[in-house]
């Protein structure tokens, strides 16, 4: 039997949803449901549902990245996402990202019928495939998801924009927590996700980060090397200065009499 969940904030359409979808249709069952997209999240990690129906356009959730990382750690879970907002460009990031199916509100429940004899289809295709191999095979078929096309997109976006929140946050007192909960994935997921794609850890991506900053400011001259420190997020100037010396291969200081020379 396969789990259902539903997150929306309007509660008419969660309500209508779980009173007149014909759930046993499908070998269905309700796991739970939200009425915002934090909610919605843990309680998705907490009941491991098959089927998410969804809004995007939620208060505090940014659709696209929440689809991302349900895609990303989740990689067979299906969903339809059920929403006012018209934008195609946005559809079709969604749906590259591994949306099942893209509805717009109101929906006649012919196409929410649709759309679950879709999901379920591939569920039951995902099944069957595993079921058909050997104990091996289907382990190696479970590590495959990792390189399916929707995978790999939603991996990807989801590093583009932790690197870009990291960035444009460097200066800040920063932890791997902090930029998991921008992109909606766990810190351990979003370690996995930054080492495989940079080849480097979180720490080595901010430090990298919080240096390039450091050289570039260390050009204006009226700047003290404890001031530069510290405007680019280093809590202390000998943490700066062990870091800047093992990424340059110099002081700080002779990198600023290096630029100041050319």
């Not at 379920?120 to 399916?148: G, I, K, W, Y």
Request: charged share 30%; with cysteine.
């Amino acid at each position: 039997m396969y789990k259902v969940a539903i997150i929306d904030d309007e509660p008419l359409i969660v309500e209508g949803l779980c009173k007149t979808m014909p759930w046993e249709k499908w070998n269905c069952q309700l796991a739970g449901y939200a009425y915002n997209g934090k909610e919605g999240l843990e309680m998705i990690r907490r009941e491991r549902p098959d089927i998410i129906i969804s809004d995007i356009n939620m208060p505090e959730l940014d659709g696209l990245k929440m689809i991302a990382a349900l895609k990303s750690e989740f990689p067979d879970m299906q969903l339809i996402i059920l929403t006012g907002y018209r934008e195609f460009e946005y559809a079709r990031e969604a749906i590259s990202l591994g949306v099942s199916r893209f509805l717009l509100k109101p929906s006649k429940m012919s196409e929410l019928e649709e759309a679950m004899d879709e999901v379920t289809r591939r569920l039951m295709q995902s099944e069957d495939h595993l079921s058909a191999v050997s104990v091996p095979e289907a382990e190696t078929a479970e590590d495959d998801q990792d390189d399916t096309p929707y995978h790999n997109e939603a991996n990807s976006f989801i590093v583009k924009n932790a690197l870009e929140y990291i960035r444009e946050n460097s200066q800040e007192k920063l932890r791997l927590v902090d930029v998991a909960d921008q992109v909606y994935v766990s810190q351990w997921h979003l370690s996995k996700l930054l080492n495989k794609h940079t080849g480097k850890t979180f720490s080595d991506i901010l430090n990298s980060t919080r240096i390039d900053k450091a050289k570039e400011l260390l050009n204006d001259p009226s700047l003290r090397i404890c001031d530069v420190a510290e405007m680019v997020g280093f809590q202390d100037l000998a943490h700066f200065s062990r870091v800047f010396k093992k990424m340059e291969g110099m002081s700080a200081n002779e990198y600023r009499n290096t630029r100041s020379k050319i």
